[in-house]
DNA sequence: TATGAATGAGTATTCATTCAT
DNA sequence: GATGAATGAATACTCATTCAT
């Protein structure tokens, strides 16, 4: 996670010169509050300079003292957004270690706590992985993140090895991780824009995950 | 399945006006093909007209005769790319039905069969599930497909039905589909743009998700 | 010159796409006439394509169909330029040709001729010159016409070489030409900008001028 | 020359605001040698306040305390570089007074000395020529210094009054230098971006630049 | 029907100038 | 006096859409 935090602290520093305080700090943040703010309503480059401008009280040239171009600032955004999911997980994984006894008991809390986290971070992931899609530096942080939350995943589910029956712990804690990863993310992209999944829906996949999770560790 | 043709037909007459023979047929192809191309090297919109025009031996104005505007364009170019998958899914389930006897030997056959479909149709399932987020109509072309796949989905793990061990067998069926949907297509989507996850990873996945299925219904 | 003409060309084309007729021809000329006389007013970069869509009455979108940028469309001015000229000093050259019987007669009418075609040239010419300070095309298209006006005065001067008194007649041609041409183009570049020198001053110095070259031939 | 001292420090003043020392007087030099260097680099506006900033070590702030604007500080670079041209004809004049006996011997050494005067100080000759087209001021400034240039020739030449042949001395003196200036400059100026000027062809063109003169004053 | 030339609104970016500190 | 961060008007260029032929 500090590995993240400082290729994330890195690229700011890349894009933005130098640390800022008072008015300059308070700038930046309007202008990245009101980036990331446009890019949720319209996605990744939908938006215009001048509304930046315009909503966040920020003059175009100001931001062209912090950013060296559009792209600069559509990937600040993207790269605090990661910083911040990747603070979550790590508050979420410490809040469970200790809470847990069993294997059994804690796959559900798992489930349940991660995709709380990822519903709150979910527009902000969702653009960034379109984004990877066609920008390297981007894709690039997409990577280092997933290989971090990969290892904390592990390193949570490697706690309780003894109660994995499988040859391969490791394997299968890896496996479960992916498994987990990829339904709660798809779940909650396609729930932005659909009401037809609804809560019962959601809580009843949730809930099927962990037990197949459960069964899956349990079996030989 | 033909519920979604009929709903794509419908759409593409409504974009299209009539139907075609002969030259205004193959003019309507080349178009569809060289936006489809252009939409899969670039992204759904970052593409001109001119460059349809040009590379596809169309004139602007017969795509105009054609479409009402580029937006329709484009999403032709999904809806049949959305009326492909269903058919190859309807395919490789029609393969499938006969050849398994048991449900634990159907599972792996099936994440095998259905990883192949999702592969090959993965770039544009990737445009139409990026488009959906701020296109209503394609948002409901992929719920359509969705469900469409869902049932088809049930139904065929409905044949094993005796062999779910759990109270609610159509619950599981439903649970397991979407837990395999998103773990497919979440490595696909970022097998596009990742040389990190190879091959060796992927058989791995697609095996420990077969695994963790038939424990799952095993499962009491 | 037919040499100049053909780079001009060639040049025109390569820069816009094709001959043209008609509606396209008039839209053609007013940018090239705009965009001169904006130039000329202003100096070779100092306008915008705004003015020149306005004041010529063409779009903006028409500029670019013909031009791939702004630097193409001055160029191309300043090719039509060059050509105009070398056009003019073909048209002097002949029209003297057969007038002068003795290299003393011919010498003043020459500078004074010469001193025309370069009055009426003086903008465009001025706007060349400069433009080629820090324009490789245009520096090259400079040079071409340079050498191509010094070939043409060459000829001109060699068919009075009896009347030349030095071992090189060739090598006092040249000279001769090189003195005229920078000695009138130094005093139009004044001109236009200086009240200073007066009518009075300036026929003063073309005649002193046919005076100093004549003497220069005459002499051993 | 002190006439043209005179008006450039009026301008120099005008421009900036008081007599400086010290610290302030060295930092108004790197402004100023600053700006010249980008000046000739890239041409007379085609550089950023910020260069001179950056470059020179002077805050954009101190730029303004000094100059009402960019084109003053502009201005300034070639009010001085005219005044040290002025300088340096003087001391080449000054240089050539005792050295010569004849009229036959001084021509030539005139037009090498000039020339080389010329050579030094040619980026910044041209510089203040192509600004004068379109800057009132600067074209004033060229005007002042050329009629000084013209005096100062002049005056040169009529030392040897007695050996111009022709019924109107001055006159002819007059024309000499008009043509070897123009003559020079041109020569310079295209020799700047040209290699086909020569060395070679440059001292042959010298050399037959003197003869003609020679050859004009002797002529009756 | 079919064409593709013409249109012009829209947008990222630069840079002289100001002014709070 | 001195600084340099902030401002925003200005401008080249793109491309979906129209319409005369």
């Known amino acids: 996670m500090s590995a993240l935090a400082d290729a994330v602290e890195l690229s700011l520093e890349s894009m933005g010169r130098a640390p800022l305080q008072g008015r300059s700090k308070a700038s930046l943040e309007r202008m990245l509050a009101t980036a990331r703010t446009l890019m949720v309503e319209r996605g990744n480059e939908d938006f215009t300079l001048q509304e930046v401008s315009s909503r966040g009280k920020v003059s175009i040239g100001s931001i062209y003292l912090r950013f060296e171009n559009k792209d600069s600032l559509v990937r600040a955004v993207l790269y605090r957004a990661t910083q911040t999911l990747a603070q979550e ?38 653009l960034t992985m379109m984004r990877a899609e066609h920008d390297p530096p981007i ?67 949730k809930r099927e995950l962990g037990r197949m999770c459960t069964a899956y560790f349990a079996a030989v």
């Not at 847990?100 to 969702?126: G, I």
């Open 139 to 205: 894709s690039a942080l997409g990577k280092r993140a997933a290989l971090l939350a990969e290892s904390k995943a592990l390193a949570a589910f490697m706690r309780y090895r003894d109660e994995i029956a499988g040859p391969d712990p490791e394997m299968c804690a890896k496996a479960a991780h992916h498994i987990i990863f990829a339904t709660l993310a798809r779940q909650l992209s396609l729930g932005s824009s659909s009401e037809s999944v609804t809560n019962y829906d959601w809580n009843v996949l």
């Open 89 to 126: 997980e790590d508050t979420m994984q410490a809040a469970l270690a200790a809470s847990c006894a069993t294997l059994k008991e804690f796959v559900p809390h798992y489930v349940e706590a991660y995709s709380e986290v990822l519903r709150r971070n979910a527009p902000l992931l969702r």
